[in-house]
């Protein structure tokens, strides 16, 4: 039987939708039982703290993970890498939904291309068409490479 003061389920999470900026939020099982009072059940709704939540019965609870993208050019080759329409042109570390998909366009200048791309333990991850799908289950490092075209004679 659980202690008086003792809170069941206090570690435990659902994830919601905020209906304000469709940003993905955590709510804590106990705060929503706190709430149950207001939950639209035909709308799937509930608020919380002032903040209207939609619930996603689908979702796990969200949670990030560490994306760092290293840029590399080999023989003075280079380019650029876009990711979610946003285009970068040096190295960069990215928070990144956990188990999302995420791909990212690679961009060589006009005299390379896009050598390899590997991850953390120096594994090959596929390119196709200069389009490489980068993991998000846990923490990584991508290393894209970049070189010089070879020159015709």
Sequence with gaps: MAQENEVPFKDIELGFTRKSDGKFVNVKLHDLFKQFKNIDFINNEVKINGETLIADSYRSPYSEVVLNIQKNGLNNGDGSY????????????????????????????????????????????????????????????????????????
Excluded at 110 to 123: P, Y
Aim: glycine residues 0%; proline residues 4%; charged residues 20%.
């Design 82 to 153: 876009k990711i979610n329409d946003q285009l970068f042109t040096e190295s960069k570390s990215l928070n990144v939904e956990k188990n999302s998909t995420l791909q990212a366009q690679l961009i060589p200048n006009e005299n390379s291309q896009v050598k390899s791309v590997t991850d953390e333990n120096n594994n090959n991850i596929q390119t196709v068409e200069n389009t490489v799908v980068i993991p998000t289950d846990a923490d990584h490092t991508v290393t894209i490479n970049f070189d010089s075209k070879p020159t015709v004679q």
